[in-house]
């Protein structure tokens, strides 16, 4: 079970930070070309510079994405333990629609290629999805989880890592999109984007 927190020192592989998740499948070229075919793809793998399609997903994705938002914002409630400091209690997440859109997007893009990584093969950045899908402000931060079959799973997984926990805990976050998906062989993808 992997995570990753932005920013980090993640290493910043163009198509995978672990040898457990497939191969990049497409190419760049193939997905500008998807783009320009009526944007169907935009859902799993976006399109670098275009604003994504925000379709939410199956029934069960919606609760998953739910029910990590409720855990994390249990989790801020109660307080938690981070590199050895107390953190919180602070105040709940609200889901904004742009942050879910960006959240969910990378969630499928990471899915669909096969990486697992802040910054997806064409560069973007968390602030760079979250700016194409609408969201204002450049200040976001990103948890990443892969391989967990739950979303208290997940939240445990954070809080045993001092930088998601940090991330998960700051105070100064007060909006956030969830993500969910899944890709080849049932791999589960989760991503949370912290705004201001």
């Known amino acids: 079970m992997k995570a990753a927190t932005s920013p980090s ?14 191969p990049a499948r497409l190419s760049a070229a193939a997905v500008a070309i998807t783009c320009l075919v009526g944007g169907i793809a935009i859902v799993a793998v976006g399109c670098r510079g275009k604003a994504p399609r925000c379709e939410p997903g199956s029934a069960a ?12 914002n249990r989790t801020r ?11 919180g209690p602070v105040s709940p997440l609200v889901r904004a629609a742009s942050l879910d859109c960006a959240a ?13 990584d802040h910054e997806n093969p064409d560069g973007e950045k968390p602030s760079d ?22 979303p208290a799973e997940v939240v445990k997984t954070w809080l045993a890592s001092p930088g998601h926990c940090l991330t998960m805990m700051d105070g100064m976050s007060h909006s956030t999109g969830v993500g969910f998906a899944t ?9 949370q984007l912290y705004g201001r």
């Open 77 to 87: 409630a109660a307080g938690a333990m981070c590199a050895g400091q107390r953190r």
């Open 104 to 116: 969910r997007g990378h969630s499928r893009d990471m899915a669909a290629r096969g990486f697992f």
């Open 183 to 191: 890709g080849a062989a049932g791999k589960t993808f989760w991503t």
């Open 61 to 72: 994705e919606q609760a998953f994405e739910a029910e990590l938002l409720m855990a994390v």
């Open 9 to 22: 020192s993640v290493s910043r592989s163009p198509t995978t930070s672990s040898p457990d998740l497939p």
């Open 129 to 150: 999805r979250a700016r194409r899908a609408g969201h204002g402000d450049r200040n976001v931060s990103e948890n990443l989880a892969w391989g967990q079959a739950t």
